[in-house]
Structures are given as C-alpha cells and as structure tokens.
C-alpha cells in the first residue's frame, strides 16, 4: 500500500465519469483527481472488458493474481472472470481511465470471418 503523504491524508479523490452507449458497447470514461480513493470489491460481468488509460499505470486482479498495467496498455478480462480493480487507496495525480463493455454478439459482429470464435474460458 502507499504511504498517504501527511498533508493531504484527507484530502478524497474526486472522479467524473461519462458513460457512452452505441451498437451495444458500454463505454465508461473515469477522470479522477489526486487523493484518497475506496478500492471496489471483487466482482464479475457477463461482458467482455477492455481498459485502457493514457496516462496512469494500474493493476487488476484476475484469476487470483494482480496483474500490473502500464499507462497505454490494454487489458481484457473475458465474462464471468471474478475481478477487482486497483486495491490501492491513494492516487497520486490525474488519472484517466476508459472501461468498454461489449458482449460476444458484438464480437463475433467486428471479427473477420477468417478469425477463430471468440469464447471467453
């Protein structure tokens, strides 16, 4: 866990967030702003996930293990994989986020004809 610096401990992390829906995709725009944040329980969604932030590393944990993400990387998590964002309690600096939803049709939809079936495991 980080050290929450003495004197900003109370100091709460705002979060904005602007949802988009379009064809059957849920997208999930997060902006949040420095300071203490609550971690989110484990869950699970019957969609697949796609994440990605520009500018701020984060984690998951997935299958029983926290996975790191760098900012500009992509991370899926298939349907019905129980999950959990960031455990951390603090934020830093200014940190965005994008989470899009999409279910299997959707897939199957955008994927070439060549591609294997998507199925989630």
Do not use: C
């Not at 997208?27 to 996930?49: I, K, M, N």
């Not at 959990?84 to 959707?106: F, K």
């Amino acid at each position: 866990m980080k050290n929450i610096p003495r004197a900003t401990a109370l100091t709460r992390s705002s979060v904005a967030l602007e949802v988009v829906t379009h064809d059957g995709i849920l997208v999930e725009a997060y902006d949040y702003s420095a300071g203490a944040v609550e971690p989110l329980a484990r869950h699970v969604h019957e969609t697949w996930q796609f994440g990605w932030s520009p500018d701020a590393s984060g984690e998951h944990w997935v299958r029983g293990m926290t996975h790191l993400e760098p900012p500009r990387s992509v991370s899926v998590i298939p349907p019905g994989d129980v999950h959990a964002p960031s455990q951390q309690r603090w934020v830093d600096s200014r940190s965005r986020y994008w989470m899009a939803y999409l279910d299997d049709a959707v897939l199957r939809e955008v994927a070439p004809t060549s591609a294997p079936a998507v199925t989630a495991r």
